[in-house]
């Protein structure tokens, strides 16, 4: 069962910088507008079809920062023009979020609202598509606040997790967000099967939304609480007066920590966060040495559980090379062990700092 019923709108976020894929997401053209499996579209195109599934085109609005927008109506098509939600500046998850809801409430007040990341791997589709009708199902007909959790598949210390009661139904009331955990806590959080992945996808009711903000985030309530502006010529101006005024905070701390109507809805999506190299070397089509590849050719020898990204025009030639990150793009060569991907992040600052916000 698919729902498709005029009250669903989907919220893209787009406007990261993805920048644990330096250096080929770069400030200017972050990861998700590049088309890093290999399989002929970028992350945010896979993702924009994916809710063509759930939603008509027209519902389907994308967040962003305003210099990211010329980049979505030419990934997307002009049809996204008018749906492209900007932000002045970068105020982190929930000011956008208030923002949008506001928008969208004005257009209509009975709106079932998902929000999802750009830049995310699902591929179990059906199973994915499914969860998420049963959540707007549940968030037309209950006051909650719904986030896809994430089956944990292996200890991970990465990702923040979510803690719920189990009950007879599919959708679990959610009593604990934690953070990034120890090695230790992960395995055990593993072992109880009481623990998900926070995936950062959420689903709720216009209303419910509004409530929550009201309640947990009232400096962005009162600076976005202006239903004559929006959709209206007024929108633009009031925003790139107002919206620098938001505090700088995301999401899951300024509601979904604070709230006591959180549930989750649980699955194996075959989702990834695509969050860091060695993250899309897991999911990359390997050799028999366990090598991803993008480039034109490679011949590899000796070499074994390494990610080569090259341009498309150039040919790899390794030897004698271990669980190592190659990527050439263009203007930045970098070729960093994968145990210790962690430190790219730094590393990209020092060339910034060293050689010019170009390369940023």
Request: proline share 4%; hydrophobic share 40%; aromatic share 10%.
């Amino acid at each position: 069962m698919h729902s498709r019923d005029n009250n669903t709108y989907v919220l893209i976020m787009a406007g990261g910088v993805g920048s644990r894929f330096w250096p080929k997401s770069r400030n200017s053209f972050p990861k998700q507008f590049i088309d890093i499996l290999g399989s002929g579209k970028s992350l945010l195109q896979l993702t924009y079809q994916r809710f063509l599934k759930v939603c008509a085109a027209e519902n389907i609005y994308i967040l962003t920062n305003e210099i990211y927008t010329d980049i979505i109506e030419l990934q997307i098509g002009a049809q996204a023009k008018k749906n492209i939600i900007a932000e002045p500046c970068r105020r982190n998850t929930a000011p956008c979020i208030a923002y949008a809801t506001f928008k969208i409430a004005s257009l209509n007040p009975n709106a079932n609202i998902i929000i999802a990341p750009s830049d995310h791997l699902i591929l179990n589709e059906e199973v994915f598509i499914s969860s998420l009708t049963e959540a707007l199902y549940f968030a037309t007909h209950h006051d909650a606040l719904i986030t896809l959790g994430i089956t944990p598949t292996r200890p991970d210390t990465g990702y923040g997790y979510i803690k719920f009661e189990s009950s007879g139904t599919k959708i679990y009331k959610v009593t604990e967000f934690l953070e990034k955990p120890s090695l230790d806590k992960a395995t055990a959080f593993l072992k109880s099967g009481d623990y998900v992945w926070n995936a950062g996808i959420f689903i709720w009711n216009v209303k419910s939304i509004l409530t929550a903000i009201e309640k947990h985030a009232t400096q962005l309530f009162s600076i976005f609480n202006q239903a004559d502006v929006y959709n209206t010529e007024s929108e633009t101006k009031f925003i790139s007066d107002n919206y620098p005024l938001s505090n700088d905070i995301s999401i899951d701390y300024a509601i979904m920590e604070k709230a006591d109507n959180v549930y989750t809805i649980t699955g194996d999506f075959g989702w990834s966060d695509l969050g860091t190299w060695a993250s899309l070397h897991d999911v990359m089509e390997k050799d028999i040495d366990s090598n991803t590849f993008n480039g034109k050719a490679s011949l590899l020898k000796d070499t074994q559980n390494c990610i080569i990204q090259l341009p498309s025009n150039k040919i790899a030639v390794v030897k004698g090379l271990s669980n190592f990150i190659v990527v050439d793009d263009g203007d930045v060569l970098l070729i960093y062990p994968k145990p210790l991907e962690q430190e790219i992040k730094k590393v990209s600052n020092s060339v910034v700092e060293q050689f010019g916000a170009e390369y940023q």
